[in-house]
């Protein structure tokens, strides 16, 4: 059964990938990690909305869910003349979202658990206060799959081995049934 919680392990391991995004192994999960100044870039992952739809009356219950994953992607740039800095941050946030991207898109173990990646809402933010800027980017991944009957009331029986077809008012009569053939 594909879940909300397995999805988010699947998007931090995507991201976690040698060499996929500029910020290597610093991927954190829930993402309330405090942050210092040689910490930089960084991800933080956390799922902030999963969203069940019916498809219709009839059957067991079955939904699409959306699960929403929030990434903020954080860099840091020395101020400079001319608002450097600044662009030099921006360029390195649309890097990591661009990074991020080709991370999740193509990462198989994700994608095949997943009828679609939905949308990818991203924005970005600044913080020029003070000698360093600190810059952001939150992408909200919206994927999408499927959650069946099955995955709602797994049904537990006992084999059938034999009926007992003696009543009171009829005739004994009984028959078991073979399981070997």
Do not use: C
Request: aromatic fraction near 8%.
């Amino acid at each position: 059964m594909t879940t909300s919680a397995e999805l988010l392990d699947l998007v931090v391991a995507a991201l976690r990938v040698d060499g996929a995004t500029v910020a290597g192994s610093r991927v954190y999960r829930p993402g309330d990690r405090p942050t210092q100044n040689d910490q930089y870039p960084n991800w933080r992952a956390r799922v902030v909305r999963e969203t069940k739809q019916s498809p219709g009356r009839g059957g067991g219950p079955a939904f699409t869910v959306t699960t929403t994953i929030r990434l903020i992607g954080e860099v840091s740039a020395i101020a400079a003349v001319g608002d450097d800095g600044a662009a030099a941050a921006e360029a390195e946030l649309w890097q990591m979202q661009r990074e991020a991207e080709v991370a999740i898109v193509g990462s198989y173990p994700l994608t095949s658990k997943i009828s679609q990646i939905a949308s990818i809402d991203s924005q970005l933010s600044y913080n020029s206060d003070g000698e360093t800027h600190l810059a952001g980017i939150q992408s909200d991944l919206a994927l999408e799959f499927y959650q069946g009957p099955e995955n709602f009331a797994p049904i537990e029986s006992d084999d059938l081995d034999e009926i007992d077809g003696r009543w009171p008012a009829f005739p004994p009569i009984g028959f078991a049934a073979d399981r070997t053939g």
